[in-house]
């Protein structure tokens, strides 16, 4: 969706390597979800941000939300191939979170 | 077993036909939406349900009919199967709507029209 641009659309790291996806907005943000799919399978839920500057962390996935509300970055540390997947960030424009608008994905390969 | 499941996994259909994807889930959460999802398009919402009974249009709806007599069962219907409907299909469910509720995510219907 033109609402909502994620990058890079794929990633392949080194293990132990950081690696930074981006979701960019193109209006305001209510909230912003991260979600992990593994191939061929449904999508797992990481964080969900509301407040601008807000920022979480989960083992070794960090999202933070910028004060403007309209973009958010996912941060991984020291890769493992167990982050492999696809990332999507889903965004919620009307802060009912019923009609989400969600990004292409993040492809990302780790290689041992 | 607890959790949202979807049946079937897989199916291929004709050109033509009905066929119905379901959708259960054990939490008893008031908020079931459809999805599906395409190469280039990525997760779009065909309907979404507050409640039993209640139902509204997502962003594609064209060409599916839903309906949700009871809290944990969302089935959706395609009328008349397209090659355009040719799609991974993801149910979801969320207990409230508002921005602090994730939606739980099922495995995922693979749908074939030939």
């Known amino acids: 969706s033109q609402e909502l641009e994620q990058s890079p659309q794929s990633l392949i790291v080194q293990e132990g390597k950081n690696l930074t996806i981006n979701c960019t907005s193109s209006k305001t943000l209510y909230g912003l979800y991260w979600y992990k799919q593994k191939y061929g399978e449904g999508l797992i839920f990481l964080m969900m941000l509301q407040k601008g500057g807000e920022e979480k962390s989960h083992e070794k996935i960090t999202a933070k939300l910028d004060e403007k509300k309209q973009q958010s970055s996912l941060h991984i540390t020291a890769s493992q191939p167990s982050h492999a997947g696809i990332y999507l960030c889903?965004?919620?424009?009307?802060?009912?979170?019923?009609?989400?608008?969600w990004g292409l994905g993040t492809s990302l390969a780790v290689n041992p | 077993d607890a959790g949202i499941t979807q049946s079937p996994r897989y199916k291929i259909t004709e050109t033509g036909r009905q066929v119905t994807l379901m959708c259960h889930q054990t939490w008893s959460h008031s908020y079931m939406f459809w999805y599906r999802q395409d190469l280039g398009h990525g997760l779009r919402l065909i309907y979404y349900s507050a409640a039993a009974d209640i139902t509204d249009k997502g962003e594609v709806p064209d060409g599916y009919v839903v309906s949700r007599s009871k809290t944990e069962n969302f089935p959706l219907t395609l009328e008349s199967a397209t090659r355009s409907q040719t799609s991974v299909y993801f149910c979801?469910?969320?207990?409230?709507?508002?921005?602090?509720?994730?939606?739980?995510f099922g495995p995922g219907t693979r749908l074939t029209v030939t």
């Open positions: 979801a469910s969320s207990l409230l709507a508002g921005a602090t509720y994730e939606q739980y």
């Open positions: 889903g965004a919620d424009h009307a802060g009912n979170n019923r009609k989400l608008i």
